[in-house]
């Protein structure tokens, strides 16, 4: 069965662009949950969908927005990018995004903002 | 202000002795706490969890135990080995309800290196 697959792997940008990031979930996996990873914070959620809709949202700008296909594909994007922006964005998947099932990880997209 | 603590940034164990990462949480309404390991370039995998209603949940080499009046859990491996090495989150969850589900807070991380 194939992992959380998220795309592309690397990416370099400059202050004031955009980008978005892209996560597929495992087949059958209808909760995506993103976050976002830095040396000093650790992991800090970003948002989660489920079924196209987003059920919870964390502490960030309204920069970070994502959106949720009927595949239950999901993406991230964040607009006028900032230097504090690069990170490693992770995304996760779980059968209905409950509190005790299992969530996998993608590898990550390695964000840098120049 | 960081709910989920993990005070020990990095921490060093011989080969066959017990590794104890520790992490102390603020918020009293965490029912649900769950360990992560992340190897470099990979996404973090999930370890073990355990449930508020438990003081103690064991997996093979892993034991997680968890003092709710003290707000802090521990994750105990024993016996260490060099596959071990890698970054242990500590992650934390507040009851599912009509706000949403999957809302995790993960600590920053604490650096394991078991030497051979």
């Known amino acids: 069965k194939a992992g959380v697959t998220q795309t592309p792997r690397y990416l370099i940008k400059t202050r004031g662009q955009q980008v978005t990031l892209s996560c597929s979930p495992i087949?059958?996996?209808?909760?995506v949950s993103w976050y976002q990873q830095t040396p000093g914070q650790g992991l800090q959620f970003l948002f989660e969908y489920f079924s196209e809709t987003q059920r919870n949202k964390g502490n960030f700008p309204g920069r970070f927005s994502g959106r949720q296909f009927s595949n239950s594909r999901s993406e991230m994007n964040v607009s006028t990018l900032e230097l504090g922006d690069s990170a490693l964005y992770l995304c996760?998947?779980?059968?209905?995004?409950?509190?005790?099932?299992?969530?996998?990880f993608g590898q990550g997209t390695r964000l840098t903002v120049v | 202000d960081q709910q989920v603590k993990q005070n020990s940034p990095s921490l060093s164990v011989q080969e066959g002795r017990i590794s104890i990462l520790n992490c102390d949480y603020t918020n009293s309404m965490f029912d649900y706490f769950l360990w992560y390991k992340k190897y470099p370039a990979e996404g973090p995998t999930f370890l073990i969890s355990?449930?508020?209603?438990?003081d103690k949940n064991e997996d093979g080499r892993f034991t997680v135990f968890l003092n709710k009046s003290a707000k802090h859990l521990s994750l105990h491996i024993v016996p260490s080995q060099p596959g071990d090495s890698a970054v242990y989150f500590c992650?934390?969850?507040?009851?599912?309800?009509?706000?949403?589900?999957?809302?995790?807070?993960f600590g920053i991380g604490t650096k394991l290196q078991v030497i051979p």
């Open positions: 996760a998947s779980s059968l209905d995004g409950r509190e005790d099932t299992e969530a996998f």
């Open positions: 992650a934390a969850s507040p009851p599912g309800n009509s706000g949403g589900y999957q809302k995790v807070t």
């Open positions: 087949s059958g996996h209808r909760s």
């Open positions: 355990i449930s508020s209603i438990k």
